[in-house]
């Protein structure tokens, strides 16, 4: 049997700003729209933000998740996974209200604290279309993207009595030691999903010895007990993905992450990456993972027991 190789996308996230790009989903049919299209094209689960739909900003209350949860889970099975990420600007009480009041499947889960450096695209635009983009950007020179053990360790307890199982965000080899610990204190319980990112600045970088270094860490520190999954930022995700599927992991892919389908060349939908995610790992001889294979994967509780 060819292996499953599972693809996430994340269709909008809080990285990129309305002005980088007219394809960016911003209102909740628009987000639910490209989760369902994303599912279609066979991302086996889906990685959600919200934003506010007139600004485009990066939006965390609860009631602004409510209109794209229902939406996805009534037009596909996608697995749905919730941020507790939200945005570098807010605090861990805020990121994780959605995932406890809707008690997704899955939600991602941030292990550890760094800088989140997104200021160099300022330079990119020489004019944005809402006053919140430049400083939001601009701001990242001096801007902490929170994740303290006490911060992980208050998602890890909040989210434990729904069954919510988690996206483990891995940014640096260090994280992978951060989740280490969590594991020796049973707070985190195999099988886990460890999602590295690889390129942010601030993060390890996307060298393909960087990813390899990853995926050997994590090997030793977790043998089988983890399923590996990866993001690369930018120009970098495909390349990242490549190594990821050649090495035996997950990809994820998705506009939160990428803008582009090619040089220069932006994606006009999530699905667009999704498909380019799927060919490749057809090519390599391997399946897609249908969200039954993902949920099986994760041992996930089911699309039915959660609160939407
Ligand atoms: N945008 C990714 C690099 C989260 O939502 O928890 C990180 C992310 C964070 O997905
Ligand atoms: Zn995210």
Not at 38 to 51: E, N, T
Not at 140 to 165: H, K, M, V
Request: glycine fraction near 10%.
């Amino acid at each position: 049997m060819p292996r499953k190789v599972m693809i996430t996308c994340a269709v909008t996230g809080a990285i990129h700003t309305p002005t980088m790009s007219p394809h960016l989903p911003i209102t909740p049919s628009e987000i639910a729209e490209a989760a369902i299209g994303a599912a279609q094209a066979g991302a086996a689960l889906v990685h959600i933000h919200a934003r506010d739909p007139v600004t485009g900003a990066p939006d965390q209350a609860p009631e602004a998740f409510a209109p794209i949860l229902g939406v996805i889970k009534q037009g596909c099975d996608a697995v749905i996974n919730i941020t507790t990420g939200g945005s570098p600007t807010m605090l861990v009480e805020e990121r994780m209200k959605p995932a406890v009041h809707y008690a997704p499947e899955v939600a991602s889960l941030n292990m550890g604290t760094m800088n989140f450096g997104l200021y160099p695209m300022v330079d990119r635009f020489p004019e944005f279309q809402h006053p919140w983009e430049r400083p939001y950007l601009e701001g990242s020179r001096d801007r902490i993207f929170r994740n303290t053990f006490a911060d992980i360790e208050a998602i890890l307890t909040a989210c434990a009595e729904s069954g919510t199982r988690f996206e483990i965000e891995c940014y640096d080899i260090g994280h992978l030691y951060t989740l280490a610990h969590f594991v020796d204190r049973g707070l985190v319980r195999p099988p886990f999903f460890v999602q590295s990112v690889f390129g942010i600045l601030g993060g390890i970088g996307a060298h393909p010895e960087d990813v390899a270094h990853m995926k050997r860490t994590a090997d030793r520190l977790f043998g089988s007990d983890y399923q590996w999954s990866v993001l690369g930022a930018g120009k970098n995700q495909l390349s990242i993905a490549v190594q990821s599927v050649a090495l035996g992991g997950h990809v994820r892919v998705g506009l939160e992450d990428s803008l582009w389908i090619g040089p220069k060349r932006l994606a006009r939908t999530n699905a667009e990456q999704v498909q380019k995610a799927r060919a490749m790992i057809e090519a390599l001889g391997l399946e897609v993972a249908t969200p039954a294979d993902a949920r099986e994967m994760l041992a996930l509780k089911g699309g039915d027991r959660v609160n939407f």
